[in-house]
Every structure is written in structure tokens, then in C-alpha cells.
């Protein structure tokens, strides 16, 4: 930042910090909605860039997600003037992503024009989580004529080699759900948009059938996992080591020597379902299969990747503390850690949850699990996991792609489900 935006930023600051005892830091630290809200909506009515920035210092900075939120909805009233200018400067220059990403959120909502180029500029921003909040706020608001800026932000990623990254993938999921087509690179939604401007800036989708634009891009396939694409080149495992992962699973329909185990009553169900996964190959073991997915997966994984493996029972265990690059060493020592998977315990899918959003510049988490988050002592509640992960996650932006066994689904596939579309990442089921 150069000295005259710091010159600035401490005149607009000094009024702010005076108000030692002002009405909005006694609101604050009461962690009062509604005395958040109203002393936030006496300063927008004021309107300007020093109420403004009182906001941003003693509100949008609090770390409460109580406070944040009702801080927004109290801006809600604010008018066209310098206040309104100066969060459109801070949304795009704010040194704290944090206040960047509440305020692109706030002015997504706006009818300004200036309002809405601030959101597209939010677009390049450096931090991945910030460009993710633009995208999903385009998103909500679904209109044709973010269509061109969205292939412009699509092909800055190419430039910077980040044709995987998930900045890149949300950008296409936008596109195809304005558009109707199915494509990979710019070039090739550049030619789309403007061989049908007509039809799509009137909010109609083209016909996919009619789509002929092969040869135009390059798709890169990207790595999978359980069938699941891998989309991102800075992501997490989370992987289930716990006591159930040991238990057989059935085999495929139409597999096997044609003993079909199928659902009966009483003792003797019991005892039949009990042969039947003794009888069934130790291949079918939960963990053995994951083990050979992960190995599989790992050999593929690009040099462009950094990954991390992180298990979880009672405890957690992590490979290592950071992401660590694809190459052929570290490749060797995650198949190393794969190979020393052991199933025990109890399933803290909390502490592992917790663990992987702490190790830094991951942008997608994969979680794989049989079951429900469970603990003897100090029990989960699933529901209030979810909530957490919610408000750690509210800044971050990070997809949790979650892989669950047909076999236990139930409870534990709604929970898993519930916790991708949540963070708007997907669930995988394996049979």
C-alpha cells in the first residue's frame, strides 16, 4: 500500500478510533444483534466515509459472526455518497480479505452501477476465497450480462496456469448454468457467447445438442478420486480410519458366486448376513479399498498438486503440517502413510475437520467417512458441526467434497451430504 492511501486510511481512521465509548463499540461488545444493527443503521444514515469506516474497525472486524451479519443488515439503508464510495474502495482494497468479502457480499446486492463493477473487479482478486465470494454473489443474482466478464476472469486463470484451480471450475459451473452448455476453455466459451449474444442476453440457454466448438480448447482431465473429479491443486484429505472401517461391504449386483444374502428375519437372518460377510473377500474391507483408491490416485496426481493426508479415529494423524508438492519423493512418502493405515477407535470427524482447515492455502477439503460423526466421551452433535464448519469456513470459501459406502448410508450420508451442499462441494457414493 503506498503512503498516500496510508495517509488516507489514518484520516479516516483517527474520528473512528476518538469514539472511544461510541454507541457502536458498546453494541459490539455487548454481541447484540439488534444494538449491532441500529448502531450501525445511525452511522449509514449519517453516510459518511468516517461512520463508514467506524463499521469496518469496530463491526466487520470483530471475528463474530453475530456482529458481521448484523452490521451488514444495518448498512442496508445506506445512500449514494462518500460513505457508499468509500466501502466500493475498501471492498477491492482492504488489506483484510475478511472485510473485502463481507463487503462484496453487501454491495452484490446494490442496483449502483459502481456497486456492481466493484464486484466484477473482486473477480481477480489474490485471494482465491474472495474471487469465490464474487462468483457465488453472480451467481444468486444469475443475470446474462455477467456472461463476458466471467470468460474474462476464466481465461485470466488460464494465463496463470490455474486451469485446475477452483476458482477456474466455479466460473464454468456459472457459465453453464447461464448458458446450458458444457465447456473447459475460454476460447471456447468466448466463441459460444458470441455466436449466440442474442439468444443468451435474453436469458435463454442454448441447445447443447447444437454445441459444435470441439478443437477450439483444450480440456485438461483432472485427477479423481472414488469417481469424484479433483479439481483443485491445493487440497486436503480427511480420510475415516475408524474401527467400522474394517467391515466387509457387500459386492456389486451381478458379482460373486450368485449368493444374493438377501433380507430376512429373526436369528436366522442374523446369522446368514453374519456367514455372508465372512465369506465375503478381504478386497471388499472398506479401508483396503480406500488404501488402493488413494494409491491409485496418488500416482496420477499431477506435479502442479500439493496435497495432504490427514486420518482420523480417536485422534487425528496428519502426513505432514503443511501441503506438500507431487513430486516423486512425496509421492513415496504418502503411499508410505497410506500403507500404515490403521482401523480403531471412534470417529472425531470434528478434530479432523478442525485440523484440515488449518493447514494453510488449502482450497478444497475431500472427507471420506463411513459414519456418523461419533465420540463416546464429549459426543458430537452432527448438527452443530455443521453450523461450525459454517462459520470457520464463512471466509475460506472451501468446497468439502465428501465420499460415503451405499452399505452405511442413512443418517451418515445425510450428514455427508448436507455438509458438501453446504459448502457447496459434492457427495460421492461408493457401493
Not at 480420510?239 to 449368493?259: A, H, N, R, V
Amino acid at each position: 500500500m503506498n503512503m498516500a492511501v496510508l495517509l488516507v486510511l489514518s484520516s479516516l481512521l483517527s474520528p473512528a478510533m476518538e469514539r472511544i465509548d461510541s454507541t457502536l463499540e458498546k453494541a459490539v461488545a455487548s454481541a447484540r444483534a439488534d444494538a449491532v444493527r441500529a448502531a450501525v443503521e445511525v452511522l449509514a444514515a449519517e453516510g459518511t466515509s468516517s461512520a463508514i469506516e467506524e463499521v469496518i474497525v469496530v463491526a466487520l472486524l470483530a471475528d463474530d459472526a453475530v456482529v458481521e451479519k448484523a452490521a451488514i443488515a444495518g448498512l442496508v439503508g445506506l445512500q449514494p455518497g462518500s460513505g457508499l464510495d468509500w466501502l466500493c474502495t475498501q471492498a477491492n482494497q482492504h488489506p483484510r480479505k475478511e472485510v473485502r468479502d463481507l463487503l462484496i457480499g453487501f454491495l452484490a446486492e446494490r442496483s449502483e452501477a459502481e456497486c456492481f463493477r466493484v464486484v466484477l473487479q473482486a473477480l481477480y482478486d489474490e485471494e482465491d476465497s474472495v474471487a469465490l465470494c464474487a462468483i457465488e454473489a453472480l451467481r444468486l443474482k444469475s443475470h446474462p450480462g455477467s456472461i463476458p466478464h466471467m470468460i474474462r476472469a476464466l481465461k485470466h486463470q488460464e494465463d496463470r496456469d490455474r486451469d485446475l484451480s477452483v476458482v477456474a471450475e466455479r466460473i464454468r459451473e456459472m457459465l453453464s448454468d447461464l448458458t446450458g452448455a458444457d465447456l473447459f476453455a475460454a476460447s471456447e466459451w468466448d466463441a459460444l457467447w458470441k455466436g449466440n449474444k442474442k439468444t443468451l442476453t435474453k436469458g435463454k440457454k442454448v441447445d447443447a445438442t447444437k454445441i459444435v466448438l470441439k478443437g477450439t480448447g483444450v480440456k485438461i482431465d483432472p485427477p479423481s478420486f472414488f469417481g469424484q473429479e479433483l479439481v483443485s491443486e491445493k487440497i486436503v484429505f480427511v480420510l475415516d480410519t475408524s474401527i467400522s472401517m474394517q467391515e466387509k461391504d457387500p459386492l456389486p449386483e451381478g458379482e460373486g458366486d450368485g449368493k444374493k444374502g438377501g433380507r430376512g428375519t429373526g436369528v436366522d437372518s442374523v446369522n446368514k448376513k453374519k456367514d455372508a460377510n465372512d465369506e465375503l473377500p478381504n478386497s471388499r474391507m472398506r479401508l483396503r479399498r480406500v488404501q488402493r483408491e488413494l494409491k491409485r490416485m496418488i500416482r496420477e496426481l499431477p506435479r502442479s498438486f500439493r496435497f495432504c493426508l490427514l486420518t482420523f479415529d480417536r485422534d487425528v494423524n496428519r502426513m505432514s503440517d503443511q501441503l506438500v508438492s507431487a513430486t516423486p519423493d512425496q509421492k513415496r512418502r504418502a503411499i508410505k502413510f497410506v500403507d500404515g493405515f490403521d482401523p480403531q477407535g471412534f470417529t472425531s470427524t470434528d478434530l479432523a475437520l478442525d485440523s484440515a482447515f488449518k493447514i494453510p492455502g488449502v482450497r478444497t477439503i475431500v472427507l471420506l467417512s463411513d459414519g456418523m460423526p461419533f465420540r463416546v466421551k464429549d459426543p458430537i452433535d452432527p448438527e452443530q458441526l455443521l453450523d461450525h464448519i459454517e462459520e470457520i469456513n464463512r471466509f475460506e470459501h472451501i468446497p468439502i467434497h465428501s465420499v460415503g459406502f451405499k452399505a452405511t448410508s442413512g443418517n451418515a450420508g445425510g450428514f455427508l451430504e448436507e455438509l458438501s451442499r453446504r459448502t457447496r462441494g459434492k457427495y460421492t457414493e461408493v457401493p
